[in-house]
Nanobody
């Protein structure tokens, strides 16, 4: 079974940093896209950052210069280094992957999310 598990969330003061991780497990042939989304209460889910094979990394405008997405392809693990955190970054951060499992066609997968809370 394909599984995405996030970790690294927590409570930090404004200006602090966190590093989120997303580990993809199971029998995976290839990964096309891995991305971080976030959702705050009363707001729509939004794409924070994404990395797609053969394409430039993309970021939400409000996190450019503060967040860095990266991946370890050998470990099928995605990271989000978040610096200079602001209260408006408070949200549940969810990992997303578009990948091809060994026993089926390419499809979307989601993690359960990790809470990030930034106090002022």
């Amino acid at each position: 079974q394909i599984r995405l598990v996030e970790s690294g969330g927590g409570l930090v003061q404004a200006g602090g940093s966190l590093n989120l991780s997303c580990a993809a497990s199971g029998s995976i042939i290839s990964i096309d896209t891995m991305a971080w989304h976030r959702q705050a209460p009363g707001k729509q889910r939004e794409l924070v950052a994404a990395t797609t094979t053969g394409r430039p990394i993309t970021y939400l405008n409000s996190v450019k210069g503060r967040f860095t997405i990266s991946k370890d392809t050998g470990k099928n693990t995605l990271y989000l280094q978040m610096n200079d955190l602001k209260p408006e970054d408070t949200a549940v951060y969810l990992c997303y992957a578009l990948l091809r499992p060994s026993d089926g066609p390419i499809r979307n997968y989601w993690g359960q999310g990790t809470q990030v809370t930034v106090s002022s």
